[in-house]
């Protein structure tokens, strides 16, 4: 495992997690909001025998760098992935995001689907209802929880819905690489806050233009209305829909083995 550095779309330098696999497909792993990179540690491995495997830490997210003035919305996030998949010489990736990370992803296909191979979206609203945004904006208005340590840090460490299933060594995995010491010894997570007051683009808008071949990959307790993700599927000229057992919103963290077979048996039939 190694760490690359790309260039963002307005010069911002954002941190990525290379997995291994250089020369093969590539495959691009985009992780929800208020996550970083490194909640895929638990699948990507499982992808290592036919791909090339990444995961970005989005702008304000993981060890990518905060915008000065607000820069979180959609666009900016679409704006990101696409001077990297462009610029970055690995050729045209299977774009993979989970839950804010995936609706970014449909928003980016629907745009530039000419430059992926395939897309995937995992338990991803394909817009966010403005009661949705205000309640996000909200959180991010209240101040940042802060720790006297890392150990304590660590053991604060909570996501958001708090619903899962996930094991104690998978939560405690992701949970150390969440936080970062700031200047006066206290421990603070490391995404920015202000990326919880969301901007977002409506992905329905694009989904009937996909050129590519799409997967919706729908948690078995989803956060998603009844037949949402049906309907987002049917949108797809090329789209199917899956579910993954045993989860609910978190699917890397709750299921990350069930996750990586479907992502397996994805890839395999795009050859």
């Not at 970055?88 to 970014?104: C, R, T």
């Amino acid at each position: 495992m190694e760490t690359l550095r790309f260039e963002g779309g307005d010069g911002i330098v954002l941190n990525c997690v290379d997995y291994g696999g250089a020369g093969r497909p590539p495959v691009l792993l985009i992780h929800g909001g208020a996550a970083h990179a490194r909640w895929w540690d638990f699948v990507a491995p499982a992808l290592l025998r036919s791909h090339h495997v990444l995961a970005l830490d989005q702008r304000g997210h993981g060890d990518s760098e905060w915008t000065r003035e607000w820069g979180y919305g959609t666009r900016h996030y679409v704006a990101d992935l696409h001077a990297i998949i462009t610029r970055w010489g690995f050729g045209a990736p299977v774009l993979v995001g989970h839950s804010m990370g995936g609706h970014n992803v449909m928003c980016y296909a629907g745009l530039h689907s000419e430059t992926l191979r395939a897309m995937v979206a995992i338990d991803s609203p394909p817009s966010y209802p403005d009661y949705a945004v205000a309640q996000l904006r909200e959180l991010a208005e209240r101040p940042a929880r802060r720790f006297n340590s890392r150990a304590e840090a660590i053991a604060g460490f909570r996501t958001i819905p708090g619903d899962t299933i996930a094991t104690r060594d998978v939560l405690g995995h992701v949970a150390e690489h969440s936080f970062r010491e700031a200047d006066d010894g206290k421990w603070e997570y490391k995404s920015d806050r202000r990326t919880m007051m969301r901007d977002p683009m409506k992905a329905w808008d694009g989904l009937a233009r996909l050129k590519c071949p799409a997967l919706f990959l729908k948690a078995e307790h989803s956060v998603l209305k009844a037949g949402l993700a049906e309907r987002m599927v049917a949108a797809m000229p090329r789209g199917r829909l899956a579910i993954v057992p045993h989860s609910h919103h978190h699917v890397p963290l709750d299921n990350p083995a069930g996750l990586a077979a479907a992502l397996r048996e994805f890839l395999d039939e795009l050859g």
